[in-house]
């Protein structure tokens, strides 16, 4: 319910089995521990348009990418 619209996809991070990042048409991103599901811990603000999608860096793992509905990828 953190999300003011609808949520467009999840990202479990590679090494932290408990970290989740959700990327919604909000234009917002939110990082999860699952173990506290009321509480986000952090908001990432696009400052674009709808997130259609995020995912965890598989070598990086301190970073992710999302892409957005105007085709812009932010890293």
Not at 36 to 57: G, I, L, T, Y
Request: hydrophobic share 35%; glycine share 6%.
């Amino acid at each position: 319910t953190d999300h003011t619209r609808t949520v467009h996809r999840l990202s479990w991070h590679p090494e932290h089995a408990f970290t989740l990042l959700s990327g919604s048409q909000d234009g917002t991103m939110k990082l999860w521990d699952i173990r506290d599901p009321s509480n986000c811990k952090v908001v990432f603000d696009a400052k674009s348009e709808s997130v259609r999608d995020v995912q965890f860096s598989k070598f990086f793992t301190n970073y992710f990418a999302a892409g957005f509905e105007n085709g812009v990828v932010q890293v």
